[in-house]
C-alpha cells in the first residue's frame, strides 16, 4: 500500500511538471508570434489592468473592508471584459497562430509537394532583381503570398499572370511607369498583380523614420503569413519584412538563401 502511494505521488509530480511546462511553452509560443509586432504595448496593457484587478480583487476577500461597487466592477466587468476584448484585439495575431497550426511541420506530409527547382528559380529572379534595382537606387516591394489568401489586395492592383523574370520585375519599377509605386504581388510561382497598395503598419518602434514602402511590407505581413522584400530608393538597401518584423542589409546572396528556404517550406 505505501509503495502504491509513494508511485501515486511520484505520477501527481509528474503530472504537474508537464502541465507547469505545457503552459510556459503556450507563453512562450504566443510571444514569439506577437513578439515585435504592434500587439506589444497593447499586450502589456492588459497585463497590467489583468494584475491589478486580480490584486484588488484578491485583497477585496482577504480584507475586512468591502468596497462593493468597486468590487462588483472588477469581477462583473473587467475580467469578464478581457474574453471578448482579447479575440478583438489580436485578431491578426491569433489568426496567423492558427495559420502556423495548421501548415506546422506535423502536417505538411499531408500536403503535396511543390516544384523546389521553380523555387529556386523564382528565389533567384527576386534576389538578382532586388540587388540589380538596389545598385541604381530604385525602389521596389514585392510581396510572396503564403497560405493567407491576398486576394483584397491583388483585386485593387493591375492584374498579370506572368512569369517571374527578373527584367520583368525591373522594368515594373521603374521610375515614371504607371505601376513603379505600388507592390508586385507573387503567388504560386507567378506574378499576379503589380501597383497593388498594402495596408500601412503603424508600428513607430519598427518603423523609425523609414518610408512608405517598409510600412506598407510591414503592415501586409502584420496581417498575414506573406513575406515582403523592400529596395530602398533613398539608401539602396535591401530588407525583408515577415511576421510583422523587419530585417535589414541583405545581399544578393543572402537574400537568395532567405527565398530559397521560404519557398521551400511551403
Known sequence: MTALLTRLQEAESLVA???????????????????GTRAVPV??????????SVALGTAFQLSEVRLVSLD?????AILPGFVVAIPVI??????RALERLGTSTSLQILLPHHDAEGFERVAHAIS????DLAERRIGALIVLERDT??????????????SVEVGLLESIFIPGGPLHDGAV??????????????????NARVVGDRGTRHRAALGITETSDAVAIIVSEETGSVSVAQNGRLLSNFSEE?????LSATLGAL
Open 90 to 95: 489580436f485578431q491578426p495575431e491569433l489568426r
Open 185 to 202: 504581388v507573387i503567388s504560386q510561382g507567378r506574378i499576379v498583380a503589380a501597383g497593388c497598395v498594402l495596408p500601412l503598419s503603424d
Open 17 to 35: 511538471f508537464l502541465d507547469v511546462l505545457a503552459v510556459a511553452a503556450v507563453f512562450y509560443w504566443l510571444l514569439g508570434i506577437v513578439g
Open 149 to 162: 489568401g491576398l486576394e483584397d489586395v491583388t483585386v485593387a492592383g493591375t492584374r498579370m499572370d506572368a
Open 72 to 76: 462588483f466592477l472588477i469581477q462583473r
Open 254 to 258: 543572402r537574400l537568395y538563401r532567405f
Open 43 to 52: 499586450l502589456r496593457g492588459l497585463a497590467v489592468l489583468l494584475v491589478t
Open 128 to 131: 538578382k532583381a532586388a540587388a
